[in-house]
């Protein structure tokens, strides 16, 4: 069985797993879920690869899972470390010495967000909404649940420059969300071929597909790892 490490995104913490995490544990896997240190004004992408690194501890047979902004420090603690899988999940893909802040004009985030905007009918100009944005395919009260264990973000890692030189070795795949409306669809296949150069899957989902629907992201994890297996692929720790 595998060790899931699983990595939240920006201003979140563990909670976000919380639906994913008896999944896989029903299914014999151990699973790791970090806190990463996101308002820790002193924590940039190495900081928070560490607390990653340690969560893992001397574990082997590790998958590494990476909601969103945990697209920058996953890869890190891959450089580091055997890892059999690195898997994206509605992640930030960066280029070396590409800062967390300069990605979403580099990529052209903010027009593919304004353009799935104008298409769906809602306003592309106003005031920030969380729950238009992330929780719009929710629960009422596990959207409000979700808001609710909402965290500080320190701006500090969006201001370091990604530091690899190259993405790492380790096998890669990656989860797109057909309705996020943070990274569009359209504009993550984009991204994923240029950066990666693979083809992503698709969860029928929002932004944060871990709590809208938690067995579908399961079964793409465990395909994964079943496929990993079957092509013997696996680091020897």
Avoid: K, N
């Avoid at 969380?130 to 009260?141: I, K, N, Y």
């Amino acid at each position: 069985m595998a060790t899931y490490t699983l990595v939240h995104g920006a201003g979140g913490d563990s909670w976000y797993w919380h639906r994913v995490a008896p999944l896989l544990r029903e299914r014999g896997h151990e699973v790791v879920t970090p806190d990463l240190p996101t308002g820790d004004d002193a924590a940039g992408w190495t900081e928070y690869a560490d607390v990653i690194e340690a969560a893992i501890g001397d574990r082997r047979e590790v998958i590494l899972v990476a909601q969103s902004m945990a697209g920058f420090s996953a890869p890190l603690v891959c450089q580091r470390r055997p890892i059999d899988l690195l898997v994206l999940v509605a992640a930030m893909v960066p280029r070396p010495g590409e800062t967390g802040g300069d990605w979403w004009e580099q990529t052209g985030q903010p027009q593919a967000e304004r353009a799935l905007a104008e298409q769906q009918g809602r306003s592309s100009t106003g005031e920030f909404d969380p729950m238009e944005m992330f929780f719009h395919d929710l629960p009422a009260e596990l959207a409000e649940a979700a808001m609710a264990r909402g965290r500080p973000q320190s701006a500090t890692p969006f201001t370091q420059p990604w530091p690899l030189e190259r993405w790492p070795d380790t096998p890669t795949r990656f989860l797109l969300a057909r309705r996020d409306r943070l990274f569009p669809a359209e504009f993550q296949r984009r991204v994923v071929a240029e950066r990666l150069g693979i083809v992503p899957d698709e969860l029928d989902a929002g932004h944060l597909a871990a709590l809208s629907c938690p067995d579908e992201l399961v079964a793409w994890l465990e395909r994964y790892r079943a496929d990993l297996a079957d092509s013997g692929a696996v680091t020897a720790g």
